[in-house]
C-alpha cells in the first residue's frame, strides 16, 4: 500500500457531515475535494492539506507542517504533515477547516 490507510480513513470520518466531498486517487494516494477542489489527501510517509496562500502561515505555524515539495520546489498554498500530526485530532482538523475554507473560497468547477 502506498499510504496509510488508517489515516484516509480519519480523513473520511472528519468529513462524514461535508456534503460535495469527493475522493480520488492521486500523488500515490488518495485526496479529498470539495467541489473538484483539492482540501487534503494522504501519501506515503504522511499527508498534504491545500490551505491556500491566505491561510498558509497559519497552517505552517502547526506542529508536524512543513512547505509541500514534490519537485524539490515548495507548492505554494500547500503544505506537508508527517503521519504523527495527522493522526493528532486537533491538528488534522485544524488543517482541514483552512483547507476546506479555501476550497469554498474558490469558484466552482
Known sequence: MA???GLAQMMREDFHDVDGITE???????????R????????KGGGMFRP???REAEAL??????????????MGGMIDASEE????????????ELSLANAKSLPPK
Open 3 to 5: 499510504y496509510d490507510e
Open 24 to 34: 480520488k486517487k492521486m500523488f500515490g494516494g488518495v485526496c479529498f475535494l470539495y
Open 52 to 54: 491556500g496562500k491566505a
Open 61 to 74: 505555524a502547526i506542529e508536524g507542517a512543513a512547505p509541500l515539495s514534490f519537485t524539490g520546489r515548495p
Open 36 to 43: 473538484g477542489h483539492m482540501v487534503c489527501g494522504v501519501h
Open 85 to 96: 500530526a495527522i493522526a493528532d485530532d486537533e491538528k488534522r482538523r485544524k488543517w482541514i
